[in-house]
Each structure stands twice: as structure tokens, then as C-alpha cells.
């Protein structure tokens, strides 16, 4: 495709979509279809007469973010909530009369108006199933832009002045990766697209990749253009289905536009991009695991240096970034690095898309500035907590993250904040809980995790996970002892600074950050036998002079 | 890189523990302290087999560096100051150790390895009286169903030097392993019964370069069943100089 | 000088660290001048008696029985030593543990009996799911592992008890 076909095929786009009074939007991804909102749809599509489909089309679309009150459903700018299939005649009727007051979904509310839209600028907007559709938002232009205007020094010196960070989790600065990874030898040279999300409770890159696939695929482009690698590979989790659909239907789409493969907008750059589907292990999603996987061994972490950026993918320097850093990259390209610097704060800049969930009214998908607090995220965009409870404590960072207490909720949301408080900026999952979770319970839901996700390569994670979990046990179930807890704290630093990748490395943090926050429930369990929540069911405890 | 300097590596200088020693470019800290005297733990590393990390003794701390970095993987680096032994790593070493003994059914006094077992000799070497953490007692096979060699997994470690030495020296890749977490185990071929493999040459590697009694020679009494593994990198020094 | 009160007991173990003990020959007779053996499966004393100094355990703690004694001989003992492998690891006593007790029973007293087959339940205590070493029920002073501990380690363990010092074992000892 060449550029002027390009702009051709959105101008076109958008004609068709001016030409077309009415809009019905349907929300048709995951969370939206679970609760029939693919029915819906159906049912707006038969119920158009003749006549009503001249002027109205209907479009499933990407996530609108308030997953708690789906189906969602726009029809032109009003916004419905809870929408059944059997809702669609009057809202059909709405496009004539007044809007149906009953399934009204505010959207002046601070759920929509507190969020800011980078990476989830299409989602809602546009059908993530037709490319038009993503042209017509200035899709691939990025990439032209790129390839047309720039050397691949100068896209890695505008991501580089963007200030992006890893949004997989650690932070690690994105400009600094890619131009190791340009300058790293020469020859044939990989990118990697990490959607083998994972955490319990996370579902950004699931949503981006629903909701806006190409605008991935055209990060990761743009990333092999700059790093000087023609193929990409995009492992993503087997339980993902939808989002393997829809890439692998967007890959196609661009192929067939020759926005992919051979000689990409005539220039000499080609980039291929397959789909690698995880076979459900959690630590895939560390990079040195999913190379592994990717080359058909067992999916187990190898210890680093080298990095991936040296010796990655068959030995060959590797750039491997998670898929809402690649959901970035377009919009830093078309807009400049300097203006996405200007979102956020000194040291983390941009957006940060978070899944909200646990116990909060708003449950769903936000994207937010860098920069604002737990609280405005929390109290304002989340609604609160549900049913007059009461909040007790924030988990971000998943299973390798912490729990942060209500004396933090002024903190403003950056890596080295969150960091400071114990936890880590993570993926994106945030699971809120209110006064009745048991903190030690929750500290033991996620080593359960750990322990069974361990790949069992290193002792201190395949054992030593084991062992924490036990003793967490012990504690829920009302028999331990205070040695127990010095044994816990003991074996929760030697796990941290002995294993061998991320997973075991952080697997103690929830435990860690319980203890720092939440100790005295911890000594309640132990000391009298009570759990302050009333979660743990504590049974007779055990004689004394028990030392186990 | 010029033949020349392909043929004359360059040298770095460091310091392990406190002693200046030399080393050739790329060479690991583990070797380098060996050299010089200085003995670092290991379980999973065995010299001719390619080093993978995953037991954790031989972590050292390098200044300059706050994770704790393993000697058998870290290459030398020209000012690097290694520390191979300090409160904290004898106290991990320790804890790596009993987490070993917690985890399978580790009986020394009925195994066939007793006296010459690596993991019995490196627990008495870093003082272990008992283990602290409470035994697990899973339930664990044992593949007796090869002529010569019998797999107990009870006393199996995961160190993986079997599933290396069968790979990357005999060339069979007849083992590997299975599962998760704590749930790995090693198998034979697609968790076939040994006996019954159709890639295993039975040349015994296997055997020989196992820590434990996990793989042993049958009919073989606790006297007798030494192991001997110089054979492995004699056959990697010989096979590099083809 | 008053003389130590010493016991030693015997839980599930194979009497072997017992006659390592006694393997110290003529050692015990300069042993006797210092200590009182209050309580043994060498002497003839029924009750654990109060205030022992020092307590050898041989054995795991694998029956109902063995976990009520083991508690009243630690209420009773200033020094408890786990004495050998089966005390400190649980060692062959532990290798039924992944079997659980029902098979086992199942295994020794029906299958493999071919006159009056049935699992005794009268005057033996009933096992516990799983033998464990003696520190996994009690905090344990001293831990001299070994299958046996030498006649000459069991020695020199007390003799350091006996002059007011913890032995420190840490390098000498291995199990097994």
C-alpha cells in the first residue's frame, strides 16, 4: 500500500461513517459478551427495518471500560448500561424519540471524565475487527511516518525522550531497550510482543487486544523498523481466545494491505508478525521463560546477563516489550516523544491503563495520567467501595506486588511511588479490599499462586514457596506459632534474594507488604486464635509447647 | 575480533575475597575461584556439562551489585570484587540445603549413596544438624524397570544433570522433565518407563554424574556404587578439539 | 558434686542408638560417677520422673502414644537431645509417611498374614498419620543426628552437657 492509498482508504472511511447518521455502538469484547452482548448486537442488526438501515449502522466495538455495568451499548453520544437483547427495539425507537431513561449510563459521571486515552483511544470507538476502521483513526500512519521521515535512530531517540517504561511491570526504560537492541550484533534480530498476561485479576492487554489489535501490530512494526528486526512474535495466552481471533484477523488485514510483510509501503523494510500461543504456564510471561517457549523447549527461565536485548530469541538480539508498550509507541510517533513526556510525572510518564477489581463499585478497564492518586482512582473513577464497607487495602502488581494500606491512598501513582510502598506498578491490576479480607488469607491466595506456578527449576521457588505457603497455612488455620511467623519472615527474604528469575524474586512480596501493614492480624491469628476479618475458620489450636 | 586475539584472550583482574586473582575473558566466576583455591558450593553445575543456575549455592555477592549473583553463569569482569562466603550466604546455603532435604524422602541411612552422596556431603559441610522446615513426605515412584539402572525419585534433587549429561554428551536427550513447581519430576522419553525407552543407549551417564542415589546401578551395594565423573569433561575437551 | 539427672527414651526407633550408647564400654563407668540414669529403657522405672537435666531421644514420634510422652518428658527435662537420625529426621520410620497408616496396616497385618488376619487395635497405641522427627512436636536443645550417632559423639555430646556447654556439632555430624 502506498501512502496516498492509505489516506485514501481512511478518507474513504470516514465519508462512509459521515455518510451515516446514526451509530450504534456495541461492546464486544470479553467482558461484554459474557453477558450476551453478542446477542445484542444480533438483535440491533434484525431489528433495523429497511428503511432505518440507509441511516443507522450497528458496530460491535472494543471495550468502553465500565465492564461491572455491561452490555454497554452507544447509540450515537448516549451511553446504555445493561443492556439485553430484548432492550434493542427501544433503543432502535431511541434513534426517533427520547433516550430510554431506564438504562441510561451517565457518561459525564467520573468514571469517563476523570480517565485520559492513549492506549484505549480506539477501544469503544472503532470495530477491532476492520482495519478501515483503525486507518480512519490514523492508524498506521505512525508507521509511515516512520519508515517515511525517519531513520530508525531518530524512532528510537522519540521513544527515548517519551520517557515510556516497560508497562509488563518493572519499568525498565523502553528507549534504553531498543537501542540496545539496535545496537546489539548484527544480522537477524526479533521483536517479541509479551501478551501472555497473567495475574489474577488482570485483563489490560486482553482488553487492548480485543478492543484495538492493530494498533499493536503496528507498535511492534514500528519497533522492528527502529531495532532493525523483520519478524515479530506476539505470545499470547491460549486463554485468551477472542484476542487470538482477532490478531490473528488483523494480521491478516494488514498483510492483505501490505501494512505487513514484504516491503512495507514500498520501502526495503519488511516485518512478518505470527501468533505463539502459551500453553497456560504464568511464568511465560518472564521474557527469558517465553523465549523458551517460543523455541519449543520446556518454558523455564535461564538466569540474565545476557539479556534478551544481546542474545534472545536463538541467540539473536531480542526486543521483547509488553503489549500496552506497544499500544504506545503509534501515538509517541505521530504526536512526538516530547508530547507524550508532557502526561504523567518527572520519572513515570504517560498513561497507565489499570483493570479495576475486587471490591469497588466501578469494576472495569481505566486508563489514568501518571501522576494521580489511589484515592482519585479509588474513591473517584472507581465509585467507592460497594455496600457501606469499608476500604482496608489496594493490591497492584499481582502475584509479585503488594498491598497497599489506606495511609497511602494520597500517593501519586508512579513506579518509584508504588515501589516505596511495597508494591510494584505491575501490569496493571489493581483488586481493591474492603474490612472483610483477611489479609493473611489474601497474602496466601497469591503463594498459592506462586507455588503452583513455580516452573521448579530453582530450589528456593519450587521448595521454598512451598514452605511459605504451609506456613501461611498454619497461620489461617490457627497453629502457629511466633516462631513460625520469625521462620516465615526468615524464608521470605532468603525466596527473595535467592531465586532465580521475577517469580520467585517477588513471589514474597504479598506477604512482605501484609507484614509491614497489616502485622497486628497476623499476631491475631497466632496469638489468640482469631481472624480480625472472620474469614479464617480457626479450629481448636494445638496443645502448647507445640514448636510447629 | 583478529585471529590474534581470538587466540590471546584478554585478561581481567579481580578480586575473590579479598585476593587478586587473573582470569581469561568469559570465564565464570566459579572456575576462577576454583582455580585459585577458593571452593564455592554447587549441586546442579558438573564441570563438561553447560551450567543452568537453578540450584543456588554458589551465589556470591559482587560489590557494586545488590542481587546476589550465581558463580557457575557470572562471567568475570575486569575490578569485579566477589565475596564467595559471608554470614548472609552461609545462611541462604544453609536454608537452600534444608528446603532439599524437606522436599523429597531423602533417608540417607538406607540409600545406596550413603557416604558418597553430594547433597549428604554438602549438608554436613555447611554444619546441618537438622532441618528446620517440616518434611513434605510426597509421594514418589521408583522406575526400576531398566536392566541395569534404577531411577528412585524419593532422592532426586531436579538438578537436571542427568537430563544435560544425556542431552548435551550422550546425545540421546532420553531425559527431561515434567511438571511444575513441585510437581517435577524427571521422566524418560514421554514418561515412558525407562525400561521400556527406545532412546536411552544405556551407557549409563545418567548414573554417574547423579548428586544422590536418585539414579543408580542395580545389584550395586552402597560400597560399590561409587560414581565417577571425569569422563565428562575429558569427553567436552576432547570433542571441542575436533 | 551432685550428679546429673539424665534419661534416656526410646520412641520409634530401632534401639540402635541405644546400643551406640552402650558401645561406649568403659567410658560409662566414668560417666556413672557423674550422672543418676533416672529414667531408660535400661533401668527399671515406670513413670517419667520431674526435673531431668538432660533427656536422650532416640526414635520419631509416630504413635499417640510417643506425642504424649514426648510432651511430658520436654515439660519435664531442662536438655532435650534428639539422639540420632530418627529423632532429628524421622528417617525409616518416616518412609511410610507417604503411604499414610491405613495402607500400611493394611499391608503387615491382612495381606500379607495368612492365620487370623486383622489389624490390631487392643494395647498398641494407634499410629499418627505420619512419623515425624521429635523437634516438629517439641522444641529440641541439642540435635546429634547419625544412624547411629558413634559411641564416641554421644560421649563427648554429653560430656559437654555434663560441663555446662552446648555441643556444637555443626560439621561433624551427617545423617545417615
Redesign the interface.
Known sequence: MTPEELQEQAEKRRAEQKDTPHQIRVCVAAGCISTQSDQVKEALVKGLSPELQKTCQVNGVGCMGLCKEGPLVSVDDTLYKAVSAADAPELINSLSQTPVQRLLCDSKAPFFSRQKKIVLENSGKINPEVIEDYIAADGYVALHKALAEMTPLQVNEQVTISGLRGRGGAGFPTGLKWSTVAKGAAGQKYVICNADEGDPGAFMDRSVLESDPHRVLEGMAIAGYAVGANQGYIYIRAEYPLAIQRLKLAIRQAERLELLGKNIFGTTFSFHVELRIGAG?F?CGEETALIASIEGK?GTP??R?PFPAESGLWGRPTLINNVETFANIAPILRNGGSWFAGIGTEKSKGTKVFALAGKITNTGLIEIPMGITLREIIFDIGGGIPDGRKFKAVQTGGPSGGCIPEQYLDMPIDYESLAKAGSIMGSGGMIVMDDTSCMVDVAKFFMEFC?????????????????LH?LLCRITDGTATMDDLS?LE??CD?VR????CGLGQTAPNPVVSTLRYFKEEYLAHIQEKRCLAGVCKITVPH?A???? | MSPLSTLTPRVKTLKINGLDVSASEGEKILDVARQNGIQIPTLCQLDGLTSVGACRLCLVEVKGTPKLLPACVTSVEEGMEVTTTSERLVKYRQMILELLFSERNHICSVCVSNGHCDLQGMAQAHGMTHVRFPYLYPQQGVDASHRRYVMDHNRCILCARCVRVCDEIEGAHTWDIQGRGGDAFVITDFNQPWGESQTCTSCGKCVQVCPTGALSEKGKSVAEMTKKREFVPYLTLMREEL | MERARIATVWLDGCSGCHMSFLDLDEALLVLADRIELVYSPLVDQKEFPENVDVTLVEGSVSSVEDEEKIRRIRSRTKILVSLGDCAVTSNVPSMRNPLKPEAILRRAYIENVTVQAQIPNQDVPPLLPEARPVHETVKVDVFVPGCPPSAGLIGSVLTELLEGRTPDLAGQVRFG
Do not use: H
Open positions: 504456564a511464568v520446556r535461564r538466569p546477563p507455588m503452583t506456578e513455580s516452573c521448579g527449576k530453582c530450589v528456593p521457588c519450587r521448595v521454598g514457596t512451598v514452605q504451609g521462620q526468615e524464608l532468603m534474594s535467592t531465586s532465580l496443645a509447647g507445640v514448636s510447629r
